[in-house]
């Protein structure tokens, strides 16, 4: 279970905050944030070795595309497609409404469920895949809210229980001043499944963590932790 944490606050210089996690198996292999697709120019994003696409990325006008499972999805199956493919078949559009709207005519049996978060400096918008049928798109309202393999904000999601009024109580981050939330996404505390910087199990936790701004005017800021956010440094993810 990944999870993205989003702020929304519109007619803020930076309006779009989010913070996400990737946990997955410690020996799959992948690549840090780059442009690793010279058919996709502007796409930087982290490049899994296994399936060939991402968990998470940005494209140059500013959208940007983090996937997760949905409960009991985890990891590959047969006669499925890979849904690192879907971060990277939104980013080839020039807003997080247009992605979200080629999402939605998708055949979401062709993927094992997924969550996708979509945002740009206009907003975000969660698109659940459900395993059959099309995926379902649907708004987030402004402020602050929690993704996991549940729907944004559920309290069904331990995760959420314990994290989402953390984040909702700290001082929201600038760019350039990230430590309130910082101290919540290296967070190791608590029993698994509520842990949002999962400690290790069965080969399992978290692999590495982002903070990415984008401004209402600008470039996009994105940092890139490549390993477990309580010991590995934040580094820019590109240069601007």
């Known amino acids: 279970m990944c999870t993205v944490t989003i702020l929304i606050r519109p007619g803020h210089a ?3 905050i989010l913070a996400a996690h990737r946990d997955e198996r410690l020996d799959r292999a992948w690549d840090p944030p780059a442009a690793w697709w010279p058919d ?4 930087i994003a982290g490049r899994d070795h296994s399936g060939g696409g991402t968990w998470m990325g940005i494209n140059a006008p500013g959208v940007v595309a ?19 493919e879907l971060p990277l078949m939104a980013l080839e559009h020039q807003t997080a409404a247009a992605a979200a709207r080629a999402m939605t005519e998708l055949d979401a049996g062709q993927w094992r469920g997924f969550n996708l978060v979509l ?4 907003g975000a918008i969660f698109v659940r895949g459900a395993g059959h049928g099309h995926p379902r798109a649907f708004p987030l309202a402004p402020g602050l809210h929690m993704v996991t393999s ?37 967070d190791r505390s608590g029993v698994a499944g509520e842990q949002i910087n999962v400690v290790p199990r069965g080969g399992f936790g978290t692999v590495c963590s982002s903070l990415l701004a984008l401004p209402a005017d600008g470039p996009p800021v994105w940092l890139f932790a490549a390993g477990a956010p309580h010991e590995a440094v934040f580094h820019p993810a590109f240069r601007t």
Do not use: T, Y
């Open 14 to 16: 930076w309006p779009l």
């Open 40 to 43: 996709r120019p502007g796409v």
């Open 66 to 84: 983090a996937v997760l499972n949905r409960p009991g999805s985890l990891g590959p199956a047969a006669g499925k497609r890979s849904r690192g």
């Open 119 to 122: 945002a740009d400096a206009d």
């Open 150 to 186: 549940h729907d944004p904000n559920d309290p069904e999601s331990p995760r959420v229980a314990k994290h989402l009024e953390r984040f909702r109580q700290a001082v929201p981050p600038e760019p350039g001043d990230w430590r309130a939330w910082m101290a919540i996404v290296a």
